[in-house]
């Protein structure tokens, strides 16, 4: 049964008889079309995200730099999610950007007078740790080695602004961590949260002696309170570069001395300590570049050696190697020293620990 339509008089007289058929017969076709619902179902946000497993380097900023630390933080965890095993990036190349920027120079040896430090890491990129060491108290210039690699890790665009708010920053947390300016004056890197806790977790970069082992909390309550802004870092995912990861446990890790380098060649590559005085952080984990001319992979005659000292200042307890890995698209070498126990290195003498 059709139901009883009924058109204004207004309407009638001012449209064509035709005109009113048609609509009569649009109006009456669609009350009888049958209801359908849409097959697109919201997905719920997971109850937990925590990105902690792939923060390769727990950071100790010294007097400055947390806007660039809590940014390679978090652009640290996208490239590991990306490209497990990526090198850490350089915090110092970042800094010197900056400072290069805010004075309006020329870049040298690139010869580009960049917009930001945001348009340089764009366009030019960042490189790592392993190459370019990291020491906010004396900014060195960068390495040839340095300009090299950096185009492997470059944003893809400005980073993307987040609003303060616990579902825009949930939602946000489940594709990548995000830079936060938190208490005022300080920026962190926001990592996860639980709705269990009903917190957010963040890294800090004032080493591992603060907070939790350097992570920190901001109650979903006090989120407005605490955070002021967030920004979400847009990056370009890497490529896979053959690459070294060491974990050492120690009382100060500013005393342990590494060098990376190729059996039976010089020049071993020096890739801590970074000349950080301000760092009283015990532990350390770093992701490496491999020494230039090094071919993949290692094996007899072409043996990755890591030189371990400990120079006993100020502590003479010692420390211990958990890990030394080499991997590269896939492939990973561990060292077969390392399979069944960690490596105490002694104070005041050189340990050389090979892979394979």
């Not at 309550?221 to 370009?236: A, H, M, R």
């Not at 801590?272 to 301000?278: F, K, L, V």
Request: proline residues 8%.
């Amino acid at each position: 049964m059709q139901p009883n339509l009924i058109i204004p008089d207004k309407l009638v007289k001012s449209i064509k008889k035709y005109d009113q058929i048609m609509i009569q017969s649009s109006i009456t076709h669609s009350l009888q079309a049958p209801i359908t619902w849409s097959k697109t179902t919201i997905k719920a946000l997971p109850p937990k995200v925590d990105y902690t497993a792939l923060i390769p380097f727990i950071r100790e900023q010294g007097g400055y730099g947390c806007g660039m630390y809590s940014g390679a933080a978090c652009w640290d965890i996208q490239n590991e999610s990306f490209c497990p095993y990526s090198p850490n990036l350089s915090v110092n190349r970042q800094l010197w950007g900056w400072s290069r920027e805010l004075r309006k120079e020329a870049i040298p040896g690139i010869g580009v007078n960049y917009q930001s430090l945001t348009d340089y890491l764009i366009n030019f990129g960042n490189p790592t740790e392993g190459t370019e060491l990291t020491n906010s108290d004396a900014v060195q210039w960068p390495t040839d080695e340095g300009s090299y690699e950096a185009p492997n890790y470059r944003l893809s665009s400005p980073n993307t602004p987040v609003k303060v708010d616990i579902n825009e920053f949930k939602t946000w947390l489940t594709k990548g961590p995000l830079r936060v300016s938190i208490w005022g004056n300080h920026f962190v890197a926001l990592i996860g949260y639980d709705d269990n806790t009903q917190r957010f977790k963040f890294v800090n970069s004032w080493g591992d002696q603060w907070g939790e082992n350097g992570y920190g909390y901001v109650s979903y309550s006090n989120l407005n309170k605490e955070i002021q802004s967030g920004e979400y870092l847009n990056i370009i995912p890497p490529k896979s570069i053959p690459s070294a990861k060491i974990r050492f446990s120690h009382t100060y890790r500013q005393s342990v001395y590494l060098w990376i380098g190729i059996e039976n060649r010089p020049s071993a590559k020096r890739i801590w300590p970074n000349g950080q005085i301000q760092d009283i952080s015990k532990n350390l984990t770093l992701t490496v570049t491999l020494p230039r001319g090094f071919v993949w992979p290692p094996g007899p005659g072409n043996r990755l050696c890591l030189d371990v000292y400990d120079c006993g200042v100020p502590y003479e307890s010692g420390g211990e190697l958990h890990e030394f890995t080499a991997t590269f698209c896939g492939q990973t070498f561990p060292c077969a020293q390392l399979a069944k126990s960690p490596i105490h290195i002694t104070p005041y003498q050189v340990s050389r620990i090979y892979i394979p």
